[in-house]
């Protein structure tokens, strides 16, 4: 698990960069002043409503799954306003540039306590049904920790939602075609293989390795946390990637993907088939290509020019059309 001490160390680097950059401003005073006043209304108004959610955090502790969800809209809040700071960075004084990302660093680990104190730690567990329970045997084995995901939402969705979980080399598909289904979480995969047939609102990919996962239309968002040397070929109205590493990525999205702390991840167009995956687009939304699967926000690079962690796969490097029509004998299905 990486050292809490680890992460704030980083962040101060992030900051100590951001403090020392050249400063590259409107030329006119007036027209700066009136940048750095726009952006402080604006970020003021946005973390006063990020405290207002936090503070109603304790009202809905009877209500798990609202809680839940309640924690991935401030997750999303706060993401919103770290990007509101990096992409005002250059034309703010470097003193805000610093009190702005201590303000969004601050909040993240509010959320994280309060997320701790509500939804305890201890009740998280991947498991296999005994076939026989030993009433001394109380204890519950636990799987290799891995560094835990910075976006709350992805493991309490990885935890609680339906999905495929704790599999080494197995072809997993799920199928829901004509009904569309709430969140699906995919997590603790090895060499494994993922078709995701139909339509769900959400999906949450959690600590996946040596992996591919097609995936249908998303109407909602895809959290992808903790991934490596995988292929993901996805539709979706967002897309976020946070510690993902050597990993390739075929999408669709409305919005510009969002990549955090990743690195050697690559972009190429969505290419997916299966019978029907046509009429799943259109009724998604996703029916039209957007063009957003090589415009990539990278929110630790704060500069201007091309992130390093992330590039446009080349044509002569991608897949061809996949299709996931047809299931082989001994695929796990749901």
Not at 20 to 31: G, I, V
Not at 124 to 144: E, G, H, L, V, Y
Not at 247 to 266: A, C
């Amino acid at each position: 698990m990486e050292d809490e001490t680890e992460k704030q160390k980083k962040h101060l680097a992030m900051v100590e960069r951001l403090s020392k950059r050249p400063q590259s401003r409107p030329t006119n005073a007036e027209s700066s002043a009136e940048s750095t006043s726009s952006f402080l209304s604006r970020f003021s108004e946005l973390k006063t409503s990020i405290d207002f959610q936090l503070h109603q955090s304790q009202s809905l502790s009877s209500d798990p799954p609202n809680l839940k969800l309640h924690f991935q809209n401030i997750s999303q809040s706060i993401s919103d306003l770290e990007k509101l700071v990096a992409q005002n960075s250059y034309l703010l004084p470097s003193y805000d540039v610093r009190t702005s990302l201590k303000t969004v660093s601050d909040l993240k680990l509010s959320l994280q306590n309060i997320t701790n104190q509500l939804i305890p730690k201890t009740k998280f567990s991947f498991k296999n049904k005994p076939t026989k329970k030993d009433p001394k045997d109380t204890a519950i084995p636990q799987p290799k920790q891995l560094p835990q995901p910075s976006i709350p939402g992805t493991r309490l969705a990885a935890r609680e939602s339906p999905g495929f979980r704790n599999k080494v080399g197995e072809v997993l598909v799920a199928e829901f075609r004509g009904s569309e289904v709430g969140e699906f979480a995919v997590s603790d995969l090895d060499s494994c293989e993922v078709r995701i047939i139909g339509s769900v609102r959400a999906l949450f990919v959690h600590r996946l390795k040596n992996s591919r996962v097609y995936v249908g239309p998303v109407t909602g968002s895809v959290l992808i946390e903790e991934a490596e040397d995988c292929v993901f070929v996805m539709a979706s109205h967002q897309i976020r990637i946070h510690s993902a590493r050597k990993s390739d990525f075929y999408l669709r999205v409305r919005s510009k993907p969002i990549i955090e702390d990743s690195n050697g991840v690559r972009f190429a167009p969505y290419c997916l088939s299966y019978r029907g995956i046509e009429e799943d687009l259109r009724g998604a939304g996703l029916d039209a290509e957007s063009g957003n699967w090589e415009n990539v926000d990278d929110f630790r690079w704060l500069r201007a020019v091309q992130s390093p962690n992330w590039s446009v796969l080349p044509e002569s490097e991608r897949v061809g059309i996949i299709d996931i029509s047809n299931l082989k004998n001994g695929d796990e299905e749901i």
